[in-house]
């Protein structure tokens, strides 16, 4: 039954009516709305699915969902449902699940071309048994030791495919350093308990209960070993918290060299590739004979990083000749290098005389 725009919108069309639409039960929406909705990501996929079978169903003035070919209609497909949707085909039947436990419609059938699709226009009464959990987030694509953490903290990200591999890096190392300092939190806190049960039993005058290890291993050697070490109880055990890649790269950089004002922005600009490529080099040129030897000519960290020069060789130390001269046998590099600091020298000893 077709409505004119002279009917009134509570006048229930006589398919709805006969599948028990009341008067009032109903209401005209427009095709473009949802077709945008059944795209959009701000939707679950279970919710595009459920925009979509309305559609190919109330469209069509029926509960089960089709779609015309060549003048015909035929039953819509879960291939066509994805790809209208921008879902995975292998996500389909998870996502449809979730719509039949509450349910909002079903698909029957297993046969490649023999599956249909409804959405009911009454729905029907939903199976507790049967409801799926809505998960925190869609973690297809990111590693499979990231994943059960994310979903602990209830961590939304983005789809694994438009974020670059570094960021992946990057969360996998936060989340590395996130379980060893909830172990290690754990750990200090199970210690308190145990002596605030100690200090409980010693100030009501009793002993204290003594915590002991299991028993040593059997030595059948002649000789004695000595006596374990005593347990210090009351040491403060920090939280053993990864230092983030800024951190080791300055306490391993020569401090009288370091100018973190000019050098944190720098470091902090690189990529996680080029950052593990500075802590990677910075043993190498801090074991070079140049360093070791001349560390006034050590450059300032901001230099180091600016110029890239963790990309190069380190450089060559100033070798001394074989004969009594004491001037060191110099690059012409190292020539013009020194002749440009002894005029810097040169003119800061005459601004001081002056």
Not at 27 to 46: E, G, H, L, Q
Not at 89 to 98: D, G, I, K, L
Not at 247 to 252: E, L, M, Q, S
Request: glycine share 6%; aromatic share 8%.
């Amino acid at each position: 039954m077709r409505q004119t725009a002279g009917d009134s919108n509570d006048k229930v069309p006589v398919w709805m009516a006969a599948l028990g639409v009341k008067e009032g039960g109903w209401f005209i929406d427009s095709k473009v709305r949802a077709k945008r909705a059944m795209t959009s990501k701000c939707f679950s996929p279970a919710a595009r699915i459920h925009i979509c079978l309305g559609l190919a169903t109330m469209g069509f003035q029926r509960e089960l969902a089709v779609k015309m070919v060549g003048g015909k209609i035929v039953p819509k497909t879960p291939a066509d449902v994805c790809a209208e949707t921008h879902i995975k085909r292998e996500n389909f039947r998870r996502h449809m699940a979730e719509l039949e436990a509450i349910g909002l419609g079903e698909c029957r059938g297993s046969t490649k071309g023999h599956v249909e699709l409804y959405s009911w226009l009454v729905p029907r009464p939903p199976d507790v048994e049967k409801i799926v959990i809505a998960r925190e987030g869609n973690f297809s694509g990111y590693p499979p030791d990231l994943v059960p953490l994310l979903r602990h903290y209830r961590i939304r990200l983005p789809e694994a495919n438009v974020i670059a591999r570094d960021e992946v890096l990057e969360l996998q190392r936060r989340a590395r350093a996130t379980i060893e300092a909830e172990r290690s939190l754990r750990a200090y806190a199970n210690g308190l308990q145990a002596r605030a049960g100690r200090n409980k039993e010693e100030s009501n005058g009793k002993e204290p209960l003594k915590v002991t290890g299991p028993p040593p291993p059997v030595n059948d050697s002649d000789t004695v070993e000595p006596p374990p070490a005593k347990a210090e109880d009351d040491e403060v055990r920090p939280l053993s918290i990864e230092p983030s890649l800024y951190a080791r790269f300055k306490n391993a950089y020569p401090q009288q060299r370091f100018d973190e004002a000019k050098a944190q922005p720098l470091f902090e600009k690189l990529n996680l590739t080029e950052q593990d490529l500075v802590l990677q080099r910075l043993p190498v040129f801090l074991g070079c004979e140049r360093w070791q030897q001349t560390p006034q000519y050590i450059p300032f960290a901001s230099t180091w990083l600016k110029e890239r020069q963790y990309g190069c060789d380190p450089p060559p130390f100033f070798s001394m000749a074989a004969d009594s001269s004491s001037e060191p046998v110099l690059s012409r590099k190292d020539v013009e290098g020194r002749s440009r600091v002894q005029r810097i020298a040169d003119q800061l000893r005459k601004e001081k005389g002056r």
